[in-house]
DNA sequence: CCGGACGCCTGTCGGC
DNA sequence: TGCCGACAGGCGTCCG
């Protein structure tokens, strides 16, 4: 499910119920994750403070005072504020309860999610260590875009959706973005031009930027902390549009295969 | 180093 | 109706 949008919509619907105040308990039904959740994860967080709530590309770190909790939401993931004593449905597989009667809840059912226990700092923790550029800081740019395509042939969708070279960025909103720039998906990196890369760079920005303020992508069960969906899908140009014309000049939209994930252009206006 | 394929899970949908 | 394969918002790991 989740991309930037999604994860910063997360993030921002918690802040205001969660940082600052005390963690009292946690309950872990399901530790099978994508990494078991650590066995004493309940001891070190039972009264810690949350002082933070930050994103790292797709991932959610919640600062305490001794180190850092850290939550990725898979493809399924989704974690929501329910009152205290909230009766579990399938598939909660781990709670937060909070001091002041709210728990903070995540809902994972295929488990591709994480929950794990980090020391300071996070960011030399081996998941956060080595990911790329984050679209919302000053070191998103075209330039470095390019200098880190410098000498690669891979197509620029694969291209973005790699986590070491862009953070964030999953398979909607690499279509998405690369629509925006018109630049056809299947172009090697290598024959991007500079001037391109400019478009590239900020049709990220934009897209990533117009997502968020619609509260994220629903598809099927994605709804923010507070339980409201998201609505981007009602502006997508490209994704699962196939056969559609294009919004912007009425060629049938088509879909493709690139690394075994579907993806959705124009032929006409991306080249 | 790079690029590509696989596997981890559950749920849903389309075709027969 | 039931069954079966394909597919779904991610990503670490392995292999050539």
Known sequence: MPELPEVETTRRGLV??????????????N????WPIPRDLRRRLRGEEVLAIRRRGKYLLFDCRHGHL?????????ISLVAEGAAPRSHDHFDL????????RLTDPR?????LWLDSPAEDHPLLRGLGLEPFEAE???RALRERAGGRRVAVKQFLMNSRVVTG?????????????????????????PKRWELVAA??????????????????????????????????????????????????????RQGQRSTFFCPRCQR
Not at 70 to 78: A, E, K, Q, V
Not at 111 to 115: C, L
Not at 169 to 192: D, F, K, Q, T
């Open 203 to 256: 049709a990220i920005r934009g897209t990533l930027e117009r997502a968020i303020a619609a509260g994220g992508t629903t598809l099927r069960d994605f709804a923010s902390a507070e339980g409201k969906p998201g609505y981007f899908q009602h502006e997508f140009a490209v994704y699962g549009r196939e056969g559609k014309p294009c919004k912007r000049c009425g060629a049938r939209i088509r879909a493709s």
């Open 140 to 142: 998103f740019t075209a």
């Open 97 to 104: 309860q909070l001091e002041g009667g709210r728990t903070l």
């Open 31 to 34: 530790a099978r994750l994508r």
């Open 70 to 78: 850290l939550i990725h939401l898979g493809m399924s993931g989704r």
């Open 111 to 115: 488990r591709f999610g994480a929950v």
């Open 16 to 29: 205001p119920h969660v940082v600052g105040r005390r963690i009292r308990d946690v309950v872990v039904r």
């Open 169 to 193: 960025i999953g398979n909607i909103y690499a279509s998405e973005a690369l629509h925006e720039a018109r630049v056809h998906p299947e172009r090697s990196v290598a024959r991007i031009t």
